[in-house]
C-alpha cells in the first residue's frame, strides 16, 4: 500500500480498517480459524459502517482477507445456532436486517478481493460489494440446505445479474464453484492468480480514490437507489444527483481541468 508510514489503523473486533494517506482504506477481516460470521462481526460492520461515513480521508474500500486465512469468510458461525429457539433466531435475524442495508447503502465504493473460499453469508457480503475481484480457485457456495437452513441471498443474487438457474442450483445443492465456474455468469470485475488479486483491487481503489469525494458518495448513493427502479428512472436520479454538485467547490473542476490540460484538483471533503 502507498504511503504506509502515514497510514492509520482502526481495529473494530476481528477488522482492521488502515486508512492510507491516498484515501484507500483496506478492510481485512481476521477470525480464526475460518473467519466465521457471528453476532460480534454484524456488530462490528455496523461500526465500520458508521466510522466510514464520519471521515472525509476515506474514499474508496478493499475488503480482504488476512494474509494466509483459510477462507476470505467462512459463512455464518453455526455456534450461534447451537441451542437458539424461533424468537432468538427471528431477532438475530432482525438485528442482522439491519446491518447488511446499510453496508449496502455505504456511501463510500467497496472492492471484494477475494482470494479464498466465501462461504454462505461471505458469498451475499462478496455480493453487497461493488465490484468483485476473484482469485480464480476462490471457492463460492451457499450450503446453507446441508445445515436444515435456508439461504437468503435468492434476490440480492439475482440483483447483481447471477442467472435464475444458476443461483437455483446453488442454493438447491449446496455445491461448491470455483470463480472460474461462475466468471460466465458476470459476477465477477475480474477473475485473476490468487497473487494479482489484491493489487487489481488496489489500484481500482486508487483511481476511485483521486475523484471528487462529493461525486463518489453522490454516484454510491444512485448506484443503491437502482434496485426497484427503472433504467429510465435511475438515468433521471443519476441526473438531479449530478445537477445538486455544482454547488460544490469541485463542481466544474473535472470539466476546467480537462480543457486546461491538467489534473484536476479537487478540494471538497
Given amino acids: 500500500m502507498a504511503d504506509t508510514d502515514k497510514a492509520r489503523q482502526h481495529v473494530f473486533g476481528a477488522f482492521v480498517l488502515t486508512v492510507a494517506a491516498d484515501g484507500v482504506a483496506t478492510l481485512v477481516f481476521d477470525r480464526p480459524p475460518v473467519n466465521a460470521v457471528s453476532i460480534d462481526v454484524y456488530e462490528a460492520i455496523g461500526r465500520i459502517v458508521d466510522h466510514i461515513e464520519s471521515d472525509n480521508a476515506i474514499r474508496a474500500v478493499v475488503w480482504t482477507a488476512a494474509e494466509g486465512a483459510r477462507t476470505w469468510c467462512g459463512g455464518a458461525d453455526l455456534h450461534d445456532f447451537d441451542g437458539i429457539d424461533v424468537a432468538g433466531r427471528k431477532a438475530r435475524y432482525a438485528f442482522i436486517n439491519e446491518v447488511l442495508p446499510r453496508f449496502y447503502r455505504l456511501d463510500r465504493p467497496v472492492i471484494a478481493a477475494v482470494c479464498g473460499p466465501a462461504i454462505g453469508i461471505g458469498m451475499i457480503f462478496t455480493a453487497l460489494c461493488d465490484m468483485r475481484i476473484a ?8 450450503p446453507e440446505i446441508d445445515y436444515g437452513l435456508v439461504a437468503g441471498g435468492a434476490g440480492l443474487f439475482a440483483h447483481v445479474g447471477i442467472p435464475e438457474a444458476k443461483v437455483r442450483e446453488m442454493l438447491f ?95 471538497d471533503r
Avoid: H
Wanted: a neutral charge; charged letters at 25%.
Fill in 135 to 142: 482469485a480464480e480457485d476462490a471457492i463460492f457456495a451457499c
Fill in 173 to 267: 445443492t449446496g455445491v461448491r464453484f470455483t470463480a472460474r465456474d461462475l466468471e460466465p455468469t458476470g459476477f465477477f470485475n475480474y477473475v485473476l492468480p490468487r497473487e494479482d488479486v489484491v493489487p487489481r483491487a488496489l489500484e481500482i481503489a486508487r483511481r476511485i480514490a483521486a475523484k471528487s469525494l462529493p461525486s463518489i458518495r453522490a454516484r454510491k448513493v444512485a448506484s443503491a437507489r437502482l434496485e426497484g427502479m427503472t433504467w429510465t428512472e435511475a438515468y433521471l436520479d443519476a441526473q438531479q444527483l449530478s445537477a445538486g454538485l455544482t454547488a460544490g467547490s469541485d463542481g466544474g473542476e473535472g470539466v476546467r481541468a480537462f480543457l486546461a490540460g491538467r489534473d484536476p484538483n479537487y478540494q
